[in-house]
């Protein structure tokens, strides 16, 4: 009799710790793009299984905005703690200090100009492979991509020049100055995101389950109230129970209502949704239908 | 109940929940995409700011409703055009499956996108407008898929509502693409009859075509068994060295992921090209240790006497090994824009292994239309043929029809390190 065939999350893990294994052998100096987000989390923890009992062998890059999440900060620390991992911290701040780019917070996030603190970070380290935890679920333009996707010398992705990816074979070679955007969690989804999360019993940002939240509504998005958001004339602040989604720059990602307050009942709420994950939360994604497209082009993660 | 009710449903059979790659095929303005769109639509794996999207996106092109087609379309150029140029994936889910769905160009000078679609399909999903019939193009792409290793065609005879659900149109169609399959190795063949465009036979019944008792796409793609890399004529176990660590007394341990046959603790393997003989002495996946493992897991093996063993490496049950070779003939899937010559030399990467290669003979050149192999002396681009290499290290290799993984190697140029080939050990599967 044919033997039952592998859940697909195991496949999917497999799969993804197949390509953080094939890139780690082949390019010279990869580092993993840490945001302390869900997926980043997830990859983290994928990394630290495709490794033990050995170190993790690379550093954890994480391009700081500045407009953080408290929690998130907290949590990225404990996980470097725990896992005694390098961590390398790009400031998009910094990025501003040193004329790089200027500063268009208030008038617009700092989300578009992370593209130039990224790109800064890997000619600076030399980095010629950066983990990344975005998936094709996400977008339409991610839906396009490869699971290692090549950036020229500028940063950018030329969507219409990608590489053959045949099989599963994965090829790290990289010209000078190009770089590789590796995505092992490509065909994951948003749940299988969470199940994994519920099946590895992982920690998280406390963000990501119900807590009480001051938020104001802009244009549907709950942002919350922080030193960068102040409710102005005609907004009022709420106090909500509310959880993230997604978690990015705390000026633009919104918080969505919510009593969930496990993996659990996380994974119940997804189920009802009718909302994307970055339609519901992301207010970076909301321009136009080739706005991703468009920040991948410039370098975006 | 939608698409994510259903998804947590399937958490209850966790282990019953196998992944399906599929290929969706066909000529331009046959339907892929539309069928794609309706697809998620019905199984209700679109939200509502997606059909938003979907709609808006349709309204700015001046097309009243939904046009689903859009649900794929994900780059500037693409919309701009019409066409799809790179592929997409979409995902769903059902009670028993997770899809992958590749939706791939129909554009010949895109076959280096359909061919990245095709590699890793367990399933080819063939669209053929029922008033147009199975084109060129359908030809082609069916047989590249089936050259890929793609072992079921699910044909979707499209656009029935335009000849009044015609049951005679569509047993040609079927008769026609099974006479092709036939044609191409044997390839198993499923066909429905649908409206992408009205949602017949997809995911619901089509009131239409009383005289149809399959099942709809949906449910044809729950039914396909999924059989990833390993083809009937393998009964051992692959596993490539991905990373190699010295353990205690000549003990060695190496990471990779499994393909073909289970692997068990105690179980004999040769470690290739070498040849040496030893035994499996202890088993991890990522949960843990275990005494038997199965594809497609990563794993960690430990070998009794393991001195030497490296990235690049494959072990391999000792029953039915591969013959370590430097010499191989194969089949070529050519993509760059300069011709495939004798003498060039390339970089080549087999499973883990990363060697140089050199082409000793172009030897013949496949026509997709009559399936024919002809006389050639060089490739153009979006060639197929079959060409003699001489690699600097000797590879383990399969052939392609019974491993798709062992039996592949891609080929590199060294001075842009873009992947100009996909290369299957032996001649074409499809002749």
Request: net charge negative; glycine share 8%; hydrophobic share 40%.
């Amino acid at each position: 009799m044919r033997p039952v065939d592998p859940d697909y999350l195991d496949v999917l893990e497999s799969h993804a710790v197949f390509v953080m294994r094939e890139v780690v052998a082949e390019c010279r100096r990869p580092a993993l793009l840490f945001s302390g987000g869900k997926d980043s989390a997830v990859l983290l923890r994928l990394a630290e299984k495709a490794f033990r009992p050995g170190p993790i062998p690379f550093p954890l890059l994480h391009v700081d905005t500045g407009h953080n999440f408290p929690e998130t900060l907290e949590f990225r620390n404990r996980r470097v703690g725990e896992l005694a991992a390098d961590l390398v911290v790009a400031s998009v701040q910094d990025s501003i200090d040193r004329g790089l780019v200027a500063d268009p917070w208030p008038a617009e996030s700092r989300n578009r100009i992370q593209s130039v603190t990224l790109r800064d970070a890997i000619s600076t380290y030399g980095f010629d492979a950066c983990f990344g935890g975005a998936r094709r679920d996400e977008d339409k333009a991610r839906a396009k991509e490869r699971v290692i996707s090549l950036r020229k010398s500028d940063g950018g992705w030329e969507p219409d020049q990608q590489r053959p990816e045949l099989w599963q074979v994965y090829y790290g070679g990289v010209r000078a100055g190009e770089h590789l955007r590796v995505f092992p969690l490509s065909d994951w989804t948003e749940m299988d995101v969470w199940r994994y999360i519920q099946r590895e019993s992982m920690d998280l940002p406390s963000i990501y389950y119900s807590h009480r939240r001051s938020v104001v509504d802009r244009g549907g998005i709950l942002l919350a109230v922080s030193e960068w958001v102040v409710p102005g004339p005609g907004e009022a602040a709420e106090e909500l129970s509310v959880r993230y989604r997604t978690v990015g720059d705390a000026t633009l990602t919104g918080a969505v209502r919510s009593p969930a307050r496990t993996a659990d009942e996380v994974i119940a709420e997804i189920a009802d949704s009718r909302v994307s994950e970055r339609g519901a939360t992301r207010g970076d994604d909301r321009f136009s239908e080739s706005s991703m497209e468009d920040r991948k082009r410039e370098g975006y993660f | 109940m939608s698409a994510q009710e259903r998804e947590a449903d399937s958490i209850d059979h966790s282990g019953e929940v196998a992944l399906l790659r599929l290929a969706a095929v066909g000529a331009v303005d046959d339907g892929k995409s539309t069928l794609i769109g309706r697809l998620l639509h019905d199984a209700d794996q679109l939200t509502e700011d997606q059909l938003q999207a979907l709609e808006s996106a349709s309204r700015a092109r001046g097309q009243s409703g939904i046009n689903l087609s859009f649900a794929t379309d994900g780059l500037r150029a693409e919309r701009a055009q019409g066409i799809t140029i790179d592929v997409a994936y979409r995902y769903a889910v059902t009670p028993h499956r997770k899809l992958v769905i590749a939706d791939c160009p129909g554009h010949v000078e895109y076959t280096r996108n359909m061919a990245t679609g095709a590699s890793t399909a367990d399933l080819a999903l063939v669209v053929v407008d029922a008033t147009r019939g199975l084109r060129e193009q359908t030809r082609r792409h069916t047989a590249l898929a089936a050259l890929f290793g793609v072992r079921h065609l699910l044909l979707a005879v499209n656009k029935m509502d335009l000849i009044d659900w015609d049951e005679r149109r569509y047993r040609e169609l079927t008769q026609e693409m099974q006479l092709l399959a036939r044609s191409l190795g044997g390839t198993a063949v499923e066909s429905v009859p649908i409206s992408a465009r009205h949602g017949d036979n997809v995911v619901e019944r089509s009131v239409h075509a009383g005289w149809y008792r399959g099942p709809t796409v949906l449910e044809a793609l729950e039914q396909v068994p999924t059989s990833t890399f390993a083809g009937p004529g393998m009964t051992g176990m692959r596993l490539p060295v991905q990373l190699a660590e010295r353990g205690p007394e000549g003990t060695i341990r190496v990471a990779g992921m499994l393909m073909g046959a289970e692997v068990q603790v105690s179980d004999e393997v040769v470690i290739l090209p070498e040849g040496r003989r030893t035994r499996v002495t202890a088993l991890e996946t990522l949960a843990g240790a275990v005494s038997s493992a199965r594809a497609p897991l990563s794993i960690w093996l430990t070998l009794a006497d393991g001195v030497g063993v490296q990235r690049g490496d494959l072990i391999a049950s000792a029953v039915d090994p591969p013959v370590p070779s430097r010499d191989q003939v194969a089949t070529v899937c050519w993509f760059a824009h300069y011709r495939l010559c004798r003498g060039q030399e390339f970089v080549v990467k087999h499973t883990t292994r990363v060697t140089t290669g050199r082409v000793l003979a172009v030897e013949s050149k496949l026509d997709l239309d009559t399936l024919r192999l002809g006389p050639a002396s060089y490739l153009e681009t979006n060639d197929i043929g079959v060409v003699r290499w001489w690699l600097a290290d000797a590879i383990g290799a399969d052939q392609y029809q019974d491993s798709r993984a062992s039996g592949s190697f891609i080929v590199i140029d060294p001075k842009t390190e873009v992947t100009v080939a996909a290369v299957m050990v032996g001649a074409p599967a499809v002749t």
